[in-house]
């Protein structure tokens, strides 16, 4: 059973374009998150929410909006798409505060923006 | 501000050998120190962390990780590698004084070579 599993795994779109990412944990935790990877493989938080409140929005434009339907979901939107989006998004979970507790990461979505 | 500081970005041994993967941090607090590794294609999973106790952490795969507090020092050691330990390793920090959030370093792509 795979633990914190992302879809699409791969996602290639136009600039302009708005798309999603989807996450599900299946692990019982009250915390997802998401980061961002760039080029340089640099892993920065993004967002973290906790019982399905935002607790964490790092700067990240309007242009990215988070939804939490539920504990167990957290998927990523994303608006007018530019060239800078193109990376790798990694959906996390954890049971309790993000600083202190083992993070599960899922496998990564790699979005790639033309 | 906090940051974590990798300062290796590749790093080659042979088969056989022992490891060391460097990483300093700059907090103010007492942080909670992390490990984790990022197999190709693949999301981060973690080998260990350090907050209290024996500065010497055990993890999993058998690595190990040294808490160096007048260093701020946490590197990671391992005494013979193997080739499947090839993967990118990440150091993290968390502190309940900079949120609920870890920061993570650049990491260091491991080569492994027979």
């Known amino acids: 059973d795979t633990a914190v599993s992302q879809t699409p795994k791969y996602l290639v779109t136009q600039m302009g374009n708005d798309k999603s990412i989807k996450c599900e944990q299946n692990?019982?935790?009250?915390?997802m998150y998401w980061y961002k990877q760039d080029s340089k493989k640099f892993l920065k938080i993004m967002f973290s929410?906790?019982?399905?409140?935002?607790?964490i929005n790092e700067t990240v434009p309007n242009r990215f909006s988070p939804k939490s339907p539920d504990k167990a979901h957290l998927n990523l939107h994303i608006n007018s798409l530019e060239l800078g989006d193109s990376a790798v998004y990694f959906c996390?979970?954890?049971?309790?505060?993000?600083?202190?507790?083992?993070?599960?990461f899922g496998p990564g979505t790699r979005l790639t923006v033309l | 501000a906090q940051s974590v500081t990798q300062p290796d970005i590749h790093i080659t041994v042979s088969e056989g050998a022992s490891l060391e993967l460097r990483c300093n941090y700059s907090?103010?607090?007492?942080?909670?120190l992390f490990w984790y590794v990022q197999s190709p294609g693949q999301g981060l999973q973690l080998l260990l962390k350090?907050?209290?106790?024996?500065?010497l952490v055990q993890g999993i795969k058998g690595f190990e990780a040294e808490f160096k507090r007048s260093q701020s020092s946490f590197n990671l050691r391992k005494p013979s590698v193997h080739w499947s330990d090839a993967a990118e390793y990440f150091c993290?920090?968390?502190?309940?004084?900079?949120?609920?959030?870890?920061?993570f370093g650049a990491g260091t792509i491991l080569r492994v070579k027979s």
């Open positions: 907090y103010g607090a007492t942080p909670y």
């Open positions: 692990l019982g935790h009250d915390t």
């Open positions: 993290a920090v968390g502190a309940r004084e900079y949120g609920n959030k870890l920061v």
């Open positions: 350090y907050f209290s106790g024996d500065t």
């Open positions: 929410y906790n019982n399905k409140e935002l607790i």
């Open positions: 996390a979970s954890s049971q309790g505060d993000g600083f202190s507790n083992e993070q599960f």
